[in-house]
Nanobody, 115 residues
Framework: QVQLVESGGGLVQPGGSLRLSCTASRTILSINDMCWYRQAPGQERECVAGISIDGRAEYVDSVKGRFTISRDNAKNTVYLQMNSLKPEDTAVYYC?????????WGQGTQVTVSS
C-alpha cells in the first residue's frame, strides 16, 4: 500500500500564490507519472497538472500559465506551484498516479481563494 500525503494548502487572496507538496510512504513517486487533481464541492475530481517520469508536464487550460508541476525524485516529492490564484481554484487538491490505476487517495489539502 502506498500512502500519499498532500500539504501546503490554505486560505489565500485572489492573485496570491501557494506551493503544494506531495510525498509518499514508499520511494515510488520517481517511477510513476504523477498528477495533481482537484475536487470542488459538487464537482468531479479532475487532473489539472500531470508530470511524466522524464519531467514532461501537461496542464488543463484553466491553469496553464499559472500552475507549475515539478518533481524532486531524490526527495520523493511532487510539487504544484500555484500563482495568480482565482476563486475558481478553490478545491481540495490531491496527488496520485497519472494515466494509470490510482493508489489509495490521501486526505488532500484544502485550497481556498477568497478575499
Amino acid at each position: 500500500q502506498v500512502q500519499l500525503v498532500e500539504s501546503g494548502g490554505g486560505l489565500v487572496q485572489p492573485g496570491g500564490s501557494l506551493r503544494l507538496s506531495c510525498t509518499a510512504s514508499r520511494t515510488i513517486l520517481s517511477i510513476n507519472d504523477m498528477c495533481w487533481y482537484r475536487q470542488a464541492p459538487g464537482q468531479e475530481r479532475e487532473c489539472v497538472a500531470g508530470i511524466s517520469i522524464d519531467g514532461r508536464a501537461e496542464y488543463v487550460d484553466s491553469v496553464k500559465g499559472r500552475f507549475t508541476i515539478s518533481r524532486d525524485n531524490a526527495k520523493n516529492t511532487v510539487y504544484l506551484q500555484m500563482n495568480s490564484l482565482k476563486p475558481e481554484d478553490t478545491a481540495v487538491y490531491y496527488c496520485n498516479t497519472w494515466r494509470a490505476r490510482p493508489w489509495d487517495w490521501g486526505q488532500g489539502t484544502q485550497v481556498t481563494v477568497s478575499s
